[in-house]
């Protein structure tokens, strides 16, 4: 593979990214392949930090068309990670189709990304972030992220929208790009580790200190503090607080800079990720060999869950388990302090904890429920959680679809409100409706007596565990939500395609290696994630059409099967039958919506439709060679298991048909080039032969050659592909040779004693039959 040259003159890059601007997320475009600086003065390597790079095999770019276009690549940050850097190399061929072409990267954290280059419109109730993208042409690039969240990375890159035109595989010089990311990661090997509640002294010099602290489940809110920070004996406080990770498309890294006089500095995180480390990084804003002190505090508040008794759910019949758990009413709510050890103590409690059960139904296809009951039950004193375990790290390449629903009468002068958010559940709902945890922008939802149901569409989520917060809201008078609840419904799941790609799509389950996605191939102009875009869709008119025009055409390979019997050859007109039989079944269940026909399995009928036409062509040219009875045959046999097997291993690439049939138009011009040297004239000897049968025989081939490698698009695939039909037939028709002088049409000119019977007098001026 050649590399390409690197250069900061010659590369447009453009970023496209969504990213709160006090975020302080590095985010450095570097051309120049040299090796990440180390954190700290730059002057000297910090020996805390030590490098790794991972690598995957390179992949051949394709033109956009549908998200299977895309090239996906999976990575895996290590934890205590400080600084991510991506290295972007493109290669291209050297033939003379391949010029300088825009190449499309998408980053993600968590799942891949979810790109629309068509513009194409989403499902109703989709969320969608923006992506974070980079265009880059024939160059390589770099980019640094620092302190990434550690876990699953993706990295998608593909060419521009492709031209719909349909290319002939093999037939067409195409120029090969060449696209392979590597990532280069400084980690961090001795990290402090922040205990809750226990001071922790740090002394800031030249280099950042790294600290981390772990968030328990349940885990309603932490603090973190800087207490006596002192500059050199004074009392300023010269230092910023990086906490968190970051992640893409979206970062919420919060940023604390303590530079006042005050002694103390601290900030708040409401709803923090559980169960998990947080990275926290402290730097000094101070000068050159100016020493900064302080204690690092960290306090953790939690809240204690009431959930429904798993003894209890075993004792009970599926009947009496709903009255049962809703006939229990949760106390006030309420919070606590965290031991050392972030276990929650007794208490109150503050949030309805409802487990869920996960259902494996396929590959990338899971079922939630709750245990005991069909619906949750929903209070104003505090919200009601349940967890939906995506955190497998095969359950990012679907889509997450949640729909609820309550009933009209039981919520007419309230409204419900919901929150979806991965880590950590929305403890605090508000008067705002914001939907925001202290590291997440959720999806928010509600319910009301005017829109009793809402759905959400969450394509490739993160993987992690999502947490679907409820909550009872009375805006206008909340007494009366005191002593009010509502069960609400609610359907959850995960699946491969959102309603399977609906009538004009189909559901492609995707493979990277070991992880597995889906995406949607559409048909008949629709578009879109779902193919619920019909901006570009036909009608049904225009579909019902188009089968027929792609069935019907067929029907001129009756012209060649009559003539073909007519003139005793009866083998030729069964492989015209052939063809003519599942052409027109193949196109009939190759239509999408409500026209299509499928009496075989799809694959099994395009196998046989290529069959018959490759194996068509090879007849049809040996038939006009005038072999030997016996030797035309033996060919006719071993070019069909010729093509058998060439299209087995692949049946959309040119040589595989082509090659057979230059062989036989090789074969039928030395049979002709004899016979003209024995005759000592042209062979066919008649004019009429060569004006009325073969001249316009071959300009029909010609002209179906022509449209079927160059002229044929998405398009306009209906008429020209109906025209390849008929062109096809129409040369067989005029290129089979005549029937034998002495050879009676439409029967059998002899009988043998053994009462089998010969269509043909197989007698030539090179041999003779007896």
């Known amino acids: 593979m050649r590399r390409a040259g690197t250069g900061t003159g010659g590369a447009a890059v453009a970023v496209a990214v969504a990213v709160p601007v006090a975020v302080p997320l590095l985010l450095l475009l570097l051309l120049a392949r040299s090796p990440p600086a180390a954190a700290g003065d730059g002057k000297k390597s910090d020996a805390r930090l030590v490098s790794e790079q991972f690598s995957q095999a390179p992949q051949k770019l394709a033109f956009y068309s549908w998200y299977g276009s895309a090239r996906l ?31 499309t990267v998408y980053f993600r954290y968590g799942a891949p990304p979810v790109i629309n280059p068509l513009g194409t419109s989403f499902p109703d109730n989709t ?44 037939f067409v010089p195409t120029c090969a790009y060449i696209f392979q990311p590597d990532m280069v990661v400084v980690r961090v090997v001795e990290v402090s580790i922040l205990e809750p509640d226990v001071p922790l002294p740090q002394t800031l010099l030249s280099y950042p200190s790294y600290l981390k602290v772990f968030v328990p489940e349940y885990t309603q809110e932490l603090r973190l503090e800087l207490q006596g920070c002192v500059s050199n004996g004074s009392l300023g406080c010269p230092v910023r607080l990086t906490v ?39 730097k000094s ?30 004792q009970s019949s599926p009947n009496q388990s709903s009255n049962a758990s809703t006939g229990l009413l949760p106390p006030t709510p309420s919070y606590q302090d965290l031991d050392r050890r972030g276990r929650v103590g007794g208490g109150p409690f503050c949030l309805r904890s409802f487990p869920v059960l996960r259902e494996d139904v396929d590959v990338v296809s899971v079922r939630f429920q709750p245990l005991d009951r069909v619906s949750v039950l929903v209070q104003s004193d505090m919200p009601s959680v349940m967890r939906l375990n995506l955190n497998t790290g095969m359950d990012s390449g679907g889509s997450l679809t949640i729909s609820m629903r309550v009933n009209k009468t039981a919520i007419a002068n309230t409204s419900v409100v919901a929150c979806v958010t991965a880590a950590s559940p929305l403890l605090s709902f508000n008067a705002s409706l914001s939907c925001t945890t202290a590291f997440f922008e959720g999806h928010p939802l509600s319910l009301s007596a005017s829109s009793p149901t809402a759905n959400l569409i969450i ?20 007494e009366e939500c005191e002593q009010a609840s509502v069960l609400v419904e609610t359907t959850l799941y995960l699946v491969p395609c959102l309603n399977d790609c609906g009538p004009y799509g189909q559901c492609l389950l995707l ?55 007519h003139r005793s050859l009866l083998v030729e007109a069964s492989v015209y039958a052939y063809t003519m039989f599942f052409s027109t079944f193949y196109h009939a269940c190759d239509q999408p919506g409500e026209a299509v026909l499928c009496i075989l399995n799809y694959d099994t009928l395009q196998y046989c439709d290529f069959l018959g036409s490759g194996v068509s062509i090879w007849v049809t040219v040996l038939c006009m060679a005038r072999l030997k009875a016996a030797l035309k045959y033996v060919l006719f046999l071993l070019g069909a298991l010729v093509f058998a097997m060439s299209l087995q ?50 300009s029909m081939a010609a002209v179906a050659i022509t449209i079927y490698t160059s002229l044929m698009t998405s398009d306009n695939y209906y008429y020209t592909h109906s025209i390849w039909h008929m062109l096809l037939a129409g040369s067989a028709a005029f290129l089979l040779p005549p029937r034998e002088q002495h050879t009676k049409p439409w029967a059998c000119s002899q009988k043998l004693t053994c009462h089998y019977e010969i269509c043909k007098n197989h007698r030539d001026e090179l041999y003779t039959v007896t």
């Open 73 to 103: 690549f999976h990575f895996r940050v290590p934890p205590d990670t400080v600084l991510l850097r991506w290295l972007l190399q493109v290669s291209r061929g050297s033939g003379p189709t391949c010029t300088n072409m825009e190449i």
């Open 459 to 478: 394509p490739y989520p993160e993987t992690d565990n999502w947490y679907l917060s409820l909550q009872l809201m009375c805006p206008g008078r909340p």
């Open 649 to 698: 291993l692949d049946r959309r690439a040119a040589w595989n048909t082509m090659g057979p049939c230059l062989f036989a138009i090789v074969v039928m011009v030395t049979m002709w080039v004899y016979r003209c040297g024995r005759r000592r004239h042209c062979y066919p000897p008649s004019w009429q032969r060569w004006v009325f049968y073969l001249l316009p025989g071959i």
């Open 127 to 170: 969320s969608v972030q923006p992506s974070f993208l980079l265009k880059m042409l024939h160059s390589n690039a770099s980019i640094n992220i620092s302190h990434p969240a550690p876990g699953d990375w993706f990295v998608a890159a593909h060419l521009p929208p492709s031209s719909h035109k349909i290319e002939v595989k093999g």
């Open 285 to 314: 804003l101070a000068g050159p060999r100016v020493s900064v002190a302080f204690s690092a505090v960290a306090a953790l508040t939690a809240c204690r869950p009431w959930s429904v008794n798993f003894q209890h759910l075993l």
């Open 511 to 565: 493979r990277r290696h070991g992880y597995l996605y889906a995406g949607c191939s559409c048909k008949a102009g629709w578009r879109g994630w779902s193919c619920t875009d019909n901006s570009t869709a036909q009608t049904a008119a225009q579909q019902k059409a188009a089968a027929l025009l792609l069935t019907l055409s067929n029907l001129v390979f009756l012209a060649p099967i009559a003539i073909s019997v």
């Open 244 to 282: 968190g990770s970051a992640t893409l498309p979206g970062n919420f890294q919060k940023v604390l800079t303590c530079s006042g006089p005050t002694q103390a500095c601290r900030l708040l995180l409401p709803s923090p990720p559980w169960d998990r480390w947080l990275q926290v990084t402290a």
